[in-house]
T-cell receptor, first 114, second 113 residues
Framework: DGGITQSPKYLFRKEGQNVTLSCEQNLNHDAMYWYRQDPGQGLRLIYYSQIVNDFQKGDIAEGYSVSREKKESFPLTVTSAQKNPTAFYLC?????????????FGPGTRLTVL | KQEVTQIPAALSVPEGENLVLNCSFTDSAIYNLQWFRQDPGKGLTSLLLIQSSQREQTSGRLNASLDKSSGRSTLYIAASQPGDSATYLCAVSHQTGANNLFFGTGTRLTVIP
């Protein structure tokens, strides 16, 4: 089955720790995205990548880092510099960046800071 | 900066009713508009995508319209069912850039059996 997988589904972090959220896709899509969703707010873009070894900051990149070493993988690291990391994180992909197609979303990872 | 608004924030209807969800956006220079469905604690599922040159798209009981000049879109759901209960999100992308989506805050729909 083609799709996007995110792991883990739930993640707990102590203050001051870095954590990495996994996102993998087998759709052969060039573009991948990370969004954050908070209660009562729309999704906000953290980072996006149009091609391997390239990525760009979104609207709320501070305190986050990404890498795109392989086409199918786009992990997100939430660093200790992110002041309020508790949220629902969604990864998405599309065939190409800037194209007419939709974005396909993974099931999400819920991060809670203890 | 693009702002996307969805009204109402929540809506409850009895089963079988037809209903309309609204979405408005401030910058009309969009590339496309999409409607997504999100079940609690889950990811997003794309329902309909309307290109900026199109007026509407239909899929089954769903019909989405787009009035780009006035910055508005509606999602019409016919003969609602309890399984339609979810949050519906509207998102727009711009003509330039990397297909980044700007999302509204969503409408939480409850269809009462």
């Amino acid at each position: 089955d083609g799709g996007i997988t995110q792991s883990p589904k739930y993640l707990f972090r102590k203050e001051g720790q870095n954590v990495t959220l996994s996102c993998e896709q087998n759709l052969n899509h060039d573009a991948m995205y990370w969004y954050r969703q908070d209660p009562g707010q729309g999704l906000r873009l953290i980072y996006y990548s149009q091609i391997v070894n390239d990525f760009q900051k979104g609207d709320i990149a501070e305190g986050y880092s990404v890498s795109r070493e392989k086409k199918e993988s786009f992990p997100l690291t939430v660093t200790s510099a992110q002041k309020n990391p508790t949220a629902f994180y969604l990864c998405a992909s599309s065939i190409v960046a800037g194209g007419p197609d939709t974005q396909y979303f993974g099931p999400g990872t819920r991060l809670t800071v203890l | 900066k693009q702002e996307v608004t969805q009204i109402p924030a929540a809506l409850s209807v009895p089963e079988g009713e037809n209903l309309v969800l609204n979405c408005s956006f401030t910058d009309s220079a969009i590339y496309n508009l999409q409607w997504f469905r999100q079940d609690p604690g889950k990811g997003l599922t794309s329902l309909l995508l309307i290109q900026s040159s199109q007026r509407e798209q239909t899929s089954g009981r769903l019909n989405a319209s787009l009035d780009k000049s006035s910055g508005r879109s509606t999602l019409y759901i016919a003969a609602s069912q309890p399984g339609d209960s979810a949050t519906y999100l509207c998102a727009v992308s711009h003509q330039t850039g990397a297909n980044n989506l700007f999302f509204g805050t969503g409408t939480r729909l409850t269809v009462i059996p």
